[in-house]
């Protein structure tokens, strides 16, 4: 049996507490609703543990980069009520049944071969699931993601598809500093117009008030909330 590491309860609820004032402040700076704005908990690297304390001071909306550590803790922590589950990390096909199983919301849907994989298993399993759609908007080499291009054939499939609700899109930009995240914000934003998506799920511990700026609808904090990753 592993043994269950010392989680510091205290310190995650006053970092998520701090990263909600931030939130909030972003919100109020640019004139919008914090409750247009979901913010999402990255438990990556954090023990199951980690997301108990945060569940227990509230938190509600989990993200997961790998299906294994994803599956784990949905697994341990399947009582906790109302908690809800994002794969936000590439999703191969191989392991697309498992992440039905414990019915995760898809963020990184980005070819058809995996969406019509993910419709498939979840019509074989009675579910629907909501996804994203993943834009490498900058089209980086070597990064998940859609090219912006390939977008409305997506959009199209996903909505042929029962089993599927398409929610809207996700990104990550380029590194850099917050600043430089702000075209490929804003690009996503104009593709997700463009197709009558209302969720756009960007922005990330250092970036989330840039995010805000250009209309995120969901940011996704992991560091901000839980400390470094080991
Ligand atoms: C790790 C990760 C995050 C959170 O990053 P932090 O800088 O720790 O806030 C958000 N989104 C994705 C896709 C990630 O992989």
């Known amino acids: 049996m592993a043994v269950t590491p010392d989680i510091d ?25 914090p409750e247009e704005v979901t913010l999402m908990a990255v438990s990556k ?7 108990r304390a945060a569940w227990s001071a509230g938190q509600r909306v989990f993200g997961e980069n790998y299906v294994q550590e994803l599956v784990e803790k949905a697994d341990e922590l ?22 039905v199983r414990v019915r995760a919301a898809v963020d990184t849907v980005d070819s058809l071969r995996l ?7 979840c019509a074989r399993q009675g579910v629907v699931l ?12 070597q990064k998940s993601g859609c ?25 990550v930009p380029p590194a850099g500093e917050p600043e430089d995240a702000r075209p490929h914000f804003r690009r996503l934003r104009e593709l997700a117009h463009e197709h009558g998506l209302l969720t756009l799920s960007m922005g990330m511990s250092d ?8 209309g995120a609808t969901c940011v996704r904090v992991g560091t901000g909330i839980f400390g470094a990753r080991s």
């Open 9 to 33: 309860d205290g310190a995650i609820r006053s970092r998520l507490h701090a990263t909600r004032e931030r939130l909030a402040a972003a919100c109020a700076a640019a004139a919008r609703s």
């Open 45 to 51: 690297r954090h023990p199951a543990a980690a997301v």
């Open 78 to 99: 399947a009582g906790l009520e109302g908690l809800r589950w994002h794969l936000i990390g590439h999703l191969q096909r191989n392991k697309v049944k498992a992440v």
């Open 115 to 121: 969406l019509h994989a993910l419709g498939d298993e």
């Open 130 to 141: 909501p996804i994203c759609l993943q834009v490498n908007v900058a089209a980086e080499e």
């Open 147 to 171: 090219a912006p291009a390939d977008v409305p054939a997506l959009v199209a499939a996903a909505r042929a598809c029962e089993a599927l609700r398409l929610d809207g899109l996700m990104t």
């Open 207 to 214: 970036d989330l008030e840039v995010a805000v700026q250009e």
